[in-house]
Nanobody, 116 residues
Framework: QVQLVESGGGLVHVGGSLRLSCAASGSIFSINVMGWYRQAPGKQRELAAAITKRGSTNYSDSVKGRFTISRDNAKNTVYLQMNSLKPEDTAVYYC??????????WGQGTQVTVSS
């Protein structure tokens, strides 16, 4: 089992920045991919960014160039640095991990609101 605890969400103005953190505990040695999904009201949950244990990254087109995902394997923590935020970035952001056995775990979600 893997437990995920997110932090760092909040309210920010257009053009501002936020940094999300997600700390994993439990069966941490089983974790391969760590990432962030987001779900806006009335929309499907979508991938924002992901990073493998070796550091390979993947970004959605909507956040590429503005968001940066990073990972500290020693602290079992993944970060999402979000810059140049737009109103359309408003969503609940969920931490997500995939283990080497392809099991998925989700955090409880943290709200990000970008006001214009």
């Amino acid at each position: 089992q893997v437990q995920l605890v997110e932090s760092g969400g909040g309210l920010v103005h257009v053009g501002g920045s936020l940094r999300l953190s997600c700390a994993a505990s439990g069966s941490i040695f089983s974790i391969n991919v760590m990432g962030w999904y987001r779900q806006a009201p009335g929309k499907q949950r979508e991938l924002a960014a992901a990073i493998t244990k070796r550091g390979s990254t993947n970004y959605s087109d909507s956040v590429k160039g503005r968001f940066t995902i990073s990972r500290d394997n020693a602290k079992n923590t993944v970060y999402l640095q979000m810059n140049s935020l737009k109103p359309e970035d408003t969503a609940v952001y969920y931490c997500h991990v995939i283990t080497w056995a392809s099991t998925n775990y989700w955090g409880q979600g943290t709200q990000v609101t970008v006001s214009s």
